[in-house]
C-alpha cells in the first residue's frame, strides 16, 4: 500500500504543533503570573497570593517537562520529516534554534533555584527576584523560536547562489519584516491565554464551593484583570499582523477575509460559507472595515485574491480559522471587561454563577483560540514552507518509513498526555487549595481573612 509521504509529512509536523502548543504557551506565560502572585503577596503582607505562586509554580514543573519533550520531537521533525528545507535554510536558522535552547537552559536553571529556595531568604523580595529570571527566559525562549517561523514567512538575511542561500546574515534573518508583529502577538497570546486558563480554574473552584473562597475569589480578580489587560494588547497586536500582511503577505489577509477582488472600501467578511461557485453567502459584511484593517483608511485599496496565481493562494477554509480566533478575542475582551465594571459597584454579586460559568470556558476557548491562530499562521502560508523559495511539497521527505514515524509520534502525545492528566490530578486534586491554606496558613480560615 502507498501513502502520499508529503501528505503524512503534513500529518505529523500539525499533529506535533497542535499538541505542543499548549505546552509552549504555558511555557510562556504561567511565570509571569507566578512572579505577580508572589510580589502581591509581599507588597499586601497576604499569604494567599504567595500561595497562590506556589501553587501556579508546582504545576508549571510539569508543563516544562511536558514541553521539552515535544520541542525536541519539533527538532527531531525538522532533520526527519523536513530534510530538504533544512538542506537549504539548516545554516539560517540555526542561531536562533540555538538561541532558544539556550534561553531554556537559563529559565530552568533559575526555575530550580526558584522552587527550591521558598523561605529561605530574610529579605523579603530576595526570592522573588530569583523569579524575573524565568520569566525572562520563558519570554526570550518563545521570542528565537518565533523568529524561526517568522522567517518561513518573509525570508531575509542571505542572498541566492545557484539554488542555495549564500552570504547569510543570521541576525537579519532573526530581525525578517514579520518578526516584530508575530512576537508581539505570540508573547501577547500567551499570556493572555495563561490569565484565562488560572481563571478557570478558580472559577471552578468557586462553582464547586468546598472552601477557600476568599483564596479563589482572589486569585479571579488578578487573572481576570489581567485577561482584560492582555486581549486588548493582543488585539493591537493582531491589528498590526493584519496591516503588515496586507502590505507584504496580501494572498494570505485575502484568502482569510474571502477577498476576491482587489477594490477601495472592501468590506469585512465575518462567518458566512461558500457555494459550489465560490460565492460568499450567508455572511455578515461591515462596509469599508476590511480597508480600515489593511491600511487605517476606510476608502484605501485592498488587494484580492485574483492577484494571486491559483498554485499559489492558501486554502479558503482558513477564514473560519480567522473568524474563530477573533471571536474569542472579542468574547475574552467583553467578559473581562463585563467582570471588573460589575466589581465596582458593591450591590453587584459579581461571583454569580452565570458570570463563573461564563469565566469557565474563558480558558478553554482561549486554548482554541491559540490553536485556530496557529493553524491561520501555518495553513495561511501555503503552499509555502519558505515563502517565494521553497513549497511544502519541494521540502518532505520521500522515505516510506515516514508512516511508521507518525504512529510512533502518535503513540509518544498520548503517552505524554495521559501523564500530565494524572500527574496534575495527583498534585491539586489530593491536595486542594483549602487543605493546604488549613495546613501552613490556619491564620488565613475562612472568615479569619482580611
Known amino acids: 500500500m502507498e ?3 508529503v501528505m503524512v509529512s503534513r500529518l505529523i509536523t500539525a499533529m506535533t504543533l497542535i499538541f505542543h502548543i499548549v505546552f509552549a504557551t504555558l511555557g510562556v506565560g504561567v511565570p509571569l503570573f507566578i512572579s505577580l502572585a508572589e510580589l502581591i503577596g509581599i507588597k499586601k503582607k497576604d499569604n494567599h497570593y504567595i500561595l497562590l505562586a506556589k501553587r501556579w509554580s508546582r504545576g508549571f514543573v510539569i508543563t516544562v517537562a511536558i514541553g521539552v519533550v515535544t520541542g525536541t520531537a519539533i527538532a527531531l521533525q525538522l ?4 530534510p530538504n528545507f533544512m538542506q537549504l535554510a539548516g545554516n539560517v536558522i540555526a542561531l536562533p534554534l540555538f538561541m532558544e ?4 537552559f537559563f529559565e530552568a536553571i533559575f526555575l530550580g533555584i526558584y522552587l527550591y529556595t521558598w523561605d529561605r531568604f530574610k529579605g523579603k523580595y530576595t526570592h ?4 524575573l529570571p524565568v520569566v525572562f527566559g520563558a519570554g526570550i525562549s518563545a521570542v528565537f523560536i518565533t523568529t524561526v517561523n517568522s522567517f518561513m514567512n518573509s525570508p531575509d538575511g542571505f ?10 546574515n543570521p541576525i537579519e534573518a532573526m530581525l525578517n519584516p514579520s518578526a516584530p508583529t508575530r512576537i508581539a502577538h505570540v508573547l501577547g497570546g500567551s499570556y493572555l491565554t495563561v490569565a484565562a486558563i488560572l481563571a478557570t480554574i478558580a472559577a471552578i473552584a468557586l462553582l464547586r464551593k468546598k472552601g477557600a473562597a476568599s483564596y479563589h475569589k482572589k486569585a479571579l480578580k488578578m487573572t481576570v484583570a489581567s485577561i482584560f489587560i492582555f486581549s486588548v494588547l493582543t488585539a493591537i497586536a493582531g491589528d498590526l499582523s493584519a496591516k503588515y500582511l496586507a502590505e507584504h503577505q496580501p494572498e494570505k489577509l485575502a484568502a482569510a477575509e474571502w477577498h476576491f477582488e482587489t477594490e477601495e472600501n472592501a468590506d469585512l467578511v465575518l462567518f458566512g460559507w461558500l457555494n459550489e461557485e465560490n460565492e460568499v453567502v450567508g455572511e455578515i459584511r461591515l462596509p469599508g472595515f476590511l480597508s480600515f484593517l489593511a491600511h487605517g483608511n476606510f476608502a484605501s485599496e485592498v488587494t484580492g485574491l485574483e492577484a494571486t ?5 492558501p486554502p479558503l477554509w482558513v477564514h473560519y480559522m480567522f473568524d474563530l480566533m477573533v471571536s474569542i478575542g472579542m468574547f475574552l475582551i467583553g467578559i473581562s471587561l463585563l467582570y ?4 465596582k459597584f458593591k450591590r453587584w454579586n459579581v461571583h454569580k454563577n452565570w458570570m463563573l460559568w461564563l469565566l469557565a470556558i474563558s480558558g478553554p476557548l482561549a486554548m482554541l483560540a491559540v490553536e485556530f491562530g496557529w493553524v491561520y499562521a501555518e495553513v495561511g502560508r501555503q503552499p509555502w514552507i519558505l515563502r517565494g523559495y521553497m513549497t511544502v ?3 518532505a521527505t520521500s522515505s516510506p518509513y515516514i508512516v511508521h514515524m507518525f504512529f510512533m509520534f502518535l503513540l509518544l502525545y498520548i503517552v505524554l498526555g495521559t501523564l500530565f492528566a494524572i500527574t496534575l490530578r495527583k498534585l491539586f486534586k489530593d491536595n486542594p487549595a483549602e487543605v493546604e491554606l488549613e495546613k501552613h496558613y490556619p491564620e488565613l480560615r475562612e472568615g479569619e481573612t482580611k
Open 393 to 395: 511539497d519541494e521540502a
Open 128 to 131: 522573588w527576584l530569583i523569579s
Open 3 to 5: 501513502f502520499d509521504t
Open 79 to 82: 532533520s526527519l520529516v523536513w
Open 340 to 343: 471588573l465594571l460589575l466589581s
Open 159 to 168: 542572498t541566492m547562489d545557484n539554488g542555495e542561500f549564500a552570504a547569510v
Open 101 to 104: 535552547v539556550f534561553a531554556f
Open 309 to 313: 496565481p491559483e498554485d499559489e493562494r
